[in-house]
């Protein structure tokens, strides 16, 4: 299995960005607010999104963006390939949390995306 995360898989399309912030549903779990819809594209496609009034530094926002992508890129296939979601993660918190926690947060919300 390759672990990969292709220009397909990011959302990208303002189109359908605003339809999914528009017409879709969320939960929260710590450390993100998930955005999901599902959607009749090839392939499930993810957002990521960090708060620039939060983490003023490009520096800080990359970071976490960076490893908030590491994280789905290695455990995307626990979400199935039944159904092909639009999802955005929003990152919440005040400050940058390690590589381990995200890591284990974004597991949990990939296996609540998947029992929807």
Do not use: C
Request: charged content about 30%; cysteine-free.
């Amino acid at each position: 299995m390759k672990f990969t995360f292709k220009k397909e898989e990011r959302l990208s399309s303002k189109k359908q960005i605003e339809e999914l912030f528009a017409k879709g549903s969320y939960f929260y779990l710590f450390p993100f607010k998930v955005v999901y819809l599902p959607a009749n594209t090839t392939a499930t496609q993810v957002l990521i999104s960090v708060s620039a009034r939060t983490f003023k530094k490009a520096v800080d926002r990359n970071l976490i963006k960076r490893r908030i992508r590491e994280s789905y890129r290695l455990q995307k296939h626990e979400l199935g390939h039944e159904k092909n979601w639009l999802i955005a993660y929003i990152y919440t918190p005040k400050k940058i949390l390690e590589s381990k926690i995200i890591h284990q947060k974004m597991l949990l919300a990939l296996e609540k995306l998947k029992s929807l």
